[in-house]
């Protein structure tokens, strides 16, 4: 079933989502409808917040680049190395864009949908998402990452397309 999608301006993005403490039929019912959700918004990742879910899990999807589906329950980012700047935008911010640094590789440990214990590396557009993701878990939007330049562009194209 598709989810509503909450908005930048909802507190509730702000607030540091609640440990899964198990996997429930809640959660997998949960997580299928992330991925529902997700897919018709055309999204490479979601965060269970941004369905109104206060749980630390997201979803991600590189979709046709051949990657695999991801399923990250409690995730913890233990280790970054190298940096990139890449153009990002959020489901729960439409229209808007802006380039974000952040590590090039990652190594996240969590648990997964069978409630075992996964550790996975990402590098390059999947780093990222599992950065963004992880990100939405701890209350923070990729516009809060932005330089203050960057964030002046965007707070621009914002006030530009509100005009039109």
């Known amino acids: 079933m598709k989810l509503p999608i909450i908005y930048e301006g909802d507190a509730r993005l702000q607030t540091p989502s609640e440990p899964v403490e198990a996997i429930t039929k809640k959660i997998q019912k949960l997580v299928l409808d992330m991925f529902e959700t997700m897919y018709a918004a055309k999204g490479l990742g979601l965060a269970a917040v941004q369905v109104g879910v206060n749980k630390r899990l997201f979803v991600a999807d590189l979709q046709r680049r051949g990657e695999k589906k991801h399923v990250l329950i409690n995730p913890v980012i233990i280790e970054r190395s190298g940096e990139q700047t890449t153009e990002e935008g959020c489901l729960s911010c439409p229209q808007l864009f802006g380039k974000v640094s952040r590590a090039m590789k990652v190594r996240v440990e969590a648990m997964g949908l069978d409630g075992k214990h996964v550790s996975l590396e990402a ?17 923070i939007l990729f516009l809060d990452r932005l330089e203050p330049a960057e964030r002046a562009r965007v ?6 397309s509100h005009q039109m």
């Open 123 to 139: 590098e390059g557009l999947l780093a990222t998402v599992f950065q963004h993701e992880t990100d939405h878990l701890d209350g």
């Open 155 to 160: 707070e621009r194209k914002r006030a530009e």
